[in-house]
């Protein structure tokens, strides 16, 4: 008897396919929950209220960690995918300024999905451009473009959306892609 | 072996075709339409005021540049649209089959919802809607939501597919109302101008003050601009995008991203610095942020950086967010061709580590054949877009 294939998470099976119709291959990828041990995202410093950042911030980083030792110069871009972006941070804000309050400074830096975005990039030296675009087809598309115009070697694209009830798991997915036809840089020598 | 060198990403390419502005619309603190926002930046008298639009008796700062009343964000988004599309003399047809580029912090309708519908209100949604508000029914519609940089970064996503024969039209569109939320936020980050005024590359600077904006262009290749006998406002000559990896809310001290992008923009464009007739700078007016631009500018353009003209009209209209990167090319393109060139409103006096050219005192006669507007954003995010005047 065979064993079955994993499937992957819908987002990541997604991104997936988004890659190979873009002519793109995935040389590393990662999502959240991944089987049995993701239960709570971790928390990452200087962001609070929502787990939108730190969400963004483990799968883009697990996936960094998997894609192996990038060649010295290797340009990397950081593409995020978000629907509805940080929906509980902005609606965070939206009750404290209903309710005549101050919302904290912390909240204003995390008001943008670039903030998290930067973090990574700065963390891992990911000097390629940075954008966040609201479809995964979008987001692999892009990739494509980035690669093709030498804006980027490979291209970190980062999905996430968060539960929109109660009963519903906050999800996020990451692929680390490269021209399949074999222009992703190889080690000199 | 590869095909490329390794660091092939220092050098830009670019597809063999050439994408064209031939509409644009916009909105901001001066009115309705380009001729007063053209009007409004030329006059060199700045747009802030005393917010009305919602309660601010609780924020540190009060003032925003915004036109009156309080208009919905999707509703002067489609308006823009149709604007755009009018403007580039755009048949039923041909916006059916064009796509929508749109940039937007979120729909603003989501964070007051139920949660149970929140779900309802993505920015893709959006966009969607504004699409078939625009009539726009072409593939590839989608939305932007990266800070500052988001519309002008949809702008060179927009120009590079066009290039690359990828797309047939494209209608960029973005918008950012200035609205409570935001405003609470940016007040908390003291990054407000408490001073009132935004003085860009002055010494004395105090910080930035948001402003109303919303705009579209339309890009089209030009050969289909051409075979339609489209009016061309001007050509989407070279764009550069790259990352500071330095950040997640400051900027590169040097502005070692936006050095990159504007590099890879000249070199799209295929000219030297000394062609550029007219930068419309980010100029936020904010501490960090403006030595960093002026850094950037200086090692990117080289000896020129003495000559070419430089100025921030979000001195004037304010800083749009989101949008800032369409309201700010369209600036950007009706002054060029207007050949008045707007001034960095504000100044007080020279600071060492901002040494530009600067538009100063008045608007300054110029026929630009090259102007370029940059913009960056949190997380280190910088581009630039150089247009070519016909």
Not at chain 1, 114 to 135: E, H, Q
Not at chain 1, 144 to 165: F, H, K, P
Not at chain 2, 218 to 224: H, I, N, Q, R, Y
Not at chain 2, 302 to 318: E, F, N, Q
């Amino acid at each position: 008897m065979t064993r079955a294939a994993p499937i992957a998470p819908p987002g990541l099976a997604a991104m997936q396919a988004a890659a190979a119709a873009a002519g793109l291959a995935v040389s590393a990828a990662a999502s959240w929950p991944e089987p049995d041990d993701d239960r709570e995202v971790r928390p990452l410093a200087g962001f609070i209220v929502s787990t939108f950042s730190p969400l963004l911030a483990e799968v883009a980083e697990r996936a960094l960690g998997r894609r192996g030792e990038p060649p010295p110069g290797l340009v990397t871009a950081l593409v995020i995918v978000t629907a509805r972006g940080d929906v509980t941070s902005a609606a965070d804000v939206a009750a404290t300024v209903d309710a005549g309050g101050r919302v904290g400074p912390l909240m204003f830096f995390q008001a943008v999905p670039n903030t998290v975005v930067g973090y990574v990039a700065a963390r891992w030296g990911l000097t390629g451009p940075l954008a966040c675009v609201g479809d995964i087809g979008a987001g692999l598309d892009l990739a494509r473009l980035l690669i093709e115009d030498a804006d980027a070697d490979e291209v970190l694209v980062v999905w996430a959306d968060l539960a929109g009830t109660d009963q519903d798991r906050d999800q996020a997915a990451a692929v680390v892609v490269a021209d399949a036809a074999g222009t992703k840089k190889e080690q000199p020598g | 072996m590869t095909d490329r060198p390794v660091a092939a990403a220092t050098t830009a390419r670019r597809g063999p075709g050439e994408a064209v502005v031939t509409g644009a619309a916009a909105l901001s603190a001066y009115g309705r339409g380009t001729d007063v926002l053209l009007a409004g930046v030329l006059s060199g008298r700045p747009a802030f005021a005393p917010v009305q639009r919602f309660d601010v008796t609780r924020r540190r700062v009060g003032v925003a540049a915004a036109m009156p009343g309080d208009p919905a964000l999707a509703t002067e988004l489609t308006r823009v649209v149709g604007e755009a599309c009018d403007d580039a003399c755009l048949t039923a047809g041909e916006r059916a089959r064009s796509a929508l580029f749109l940039a937007v912090h979120d729909d603003p309708r989501m964070a007051r919802a139920p949660r149970r519908d929140r779900h309802r209100f993505g920015t893709a949604a959006l966009a969607a809607e504004v699409a078939a508000g625009g009539g726009l029914g072409g593939p590839g519609t989608r939305s932007y939501t990266s800070g500052c940089v988001a519309a002008s970064t949809a702008i060179a996503d927009a120009a590079a597919l066009i290039a690359r024969g990828r797309a047939d039209r494209i209608v960029v569109a973005a918008g950012y109302l200035v609205e409570s939320d935001q405003f609470a936020l940016f007040d908390a980050g003291r990054v407000l101008a408490d001073d009132g005024q935004v003085r860009p590359f002055s010494a004395g600077r105090r910080g930035l003050l948001l402003g109303d904006g919303a705009g579209a262009v339309v890009l089209e290749p030009d050969e289909s601009a051409r075979s339609r006998r489209a009016p061309v406002l001007a050509r989407m000559a070279g764009w550069g995008r790259a990352g500071d990896a330095y950040h997640p809310c400051q900027p590169h001290p040097e502005g070692r991203g936006l050095t990159r992008a504007v590099m890879a923009a000249l070199q799209r464009a295929g000219i030297a610095a000394q062609q550029l007739g007219y930068v419309n700078a980010n100029g936020s007016g904010t501490r960090d942020g403006d030595p960093a631009e002026a850094s950037a500018l200086r090692v990117a353009l080289g000896d020129a950086v003495a000559t070419v003209p430089v100025s921030s009209t979000k001195s004037l209209h304010g800083q749009a967010l989101e949008a800032a990167g369409v309201l700010e090319l369209i600036v950007t393109l009706l002054a060029a061709r207007k050949g008045m060139l707007p001034a960095n409103a504000g100044f007080l006096e020279a600071d060492g580590a901002c040494r530009l050219n600067l538009v100063l005192g008045e608007a300054a006669p110029a026929v630009p054949q090259y102007a370029m507007s940059v913009n960056y954003a949190f997380g280190g995010a910088n581009t630039a877009l150089v247009l070519g005047l016909p």
